[in-house]
């Protein structure tokens, strides 16, 4: 089946510092991946769809120059968390789509706590 | 209106239960429908995808009504092993720029007990 690799899976920043975050489809090739963040005890929120070879469609109160967004290939996008800070706290999940078709699958996720 | 949503839970049933969740979601141009599960701490996983004409896998059906934008799920025979937090998830296809949005509820949660 398709799988997601997401990398750290847990990360613990300085407040200020860059954080990156690595979505690799491993067995696919997926023009669009997306980024979500979710907050305990609340629901996936879609933060931007990643765009290979183009700009990320950033959703609605997403600061797109905070969270840059790079989908160099068909199976990579990353997700850099600039100047981070203790409300950037989160756990970041990747998915990503074959391009023939087919479910979403999700990355592992990635643990952040800003310190 | 949230554009999916849940009765949260805790869902307590003992093992051996049948247990419905419902879902309703507000716009009536989504395309697909689907059921996850998390793990806590974890990233979701499919559970099943949703058809108009309800579909079943194993212990767990699922129904869509598009008229009333409404969906559930059904488990019976309850394990201990699926005690996680359901998500309903609606794939609406953005006219604007191409693709499709998943949209999330907040998720019910089940707790199955000895």
């Known amino acids: 089946g398709a799988v997601v690799s997401q990398h750290p899976s847990r990360v613990i920043c300085k407040s200020g510092t860059s954080v990156k975050i690595e979505c690799r489809s491993l067995d696919f090739q997926a023009t669009t991946m997306f980024w979500y963040r979710q907050f305990p005890k609340q629901s996936l929120m879609l933060m931007a769809t990643?765009?290979?070879?183009?700009?990320?469609?950033?959703e609605q109160g997403v600061e797109k120059d905070k969270f840059l967004i790079n989908h160099a290939s068909l199976t990579l996008s990353t997700l850099t968390v600039t100047s981070a800070h203790p409300e950037d706290s989160s756990f970041y999940i990747c998915?990503?789509?074959?391009?023939?078709?087919?479910?979403?699958?999700f990355g592992s996720g990635t643990r952040l706590t800003v310190v | 209106r949230k554009e999916v949503e849940q009765d949260p839970g805790p869902f307590n049933v003992p093992e051996g239960a049948t247990v419905a969740f419902n879902c309703t979601y507000s716009n009536s141009a989504s395309q697909s429908f689907f059921w996850y599960r998390q793990d806590c701490r974890k990233e979701p996983k499919l559970l099943m995808s949703?058809?108009?004409s309800g579909n079943e896998d194993g212990r767990f059906t699922a129904q869509l009504n598009r008229a009333s934008q409404y969906i559930s799920l059904l488990i019976r025979d309850s394990k201990l092993s699926d005690s996680a937090t359901y998500l309903c998830v609606v794939n609406l296809a953005v006219l604007t720029g191409g693709g499709n949005k998943l949209t999330f509820g907040t998720g019910t949660q089940l707790k199955v007990e000895l």
């Open positions: 949703v058809y108009s």
């Open positions: 990643s765009n290979e070879g183009s700009k990320a469609t950033y």
């Open positions: 998915s990503a789509s074959p391009i023939q078709g087919g479910g979403y699958t």
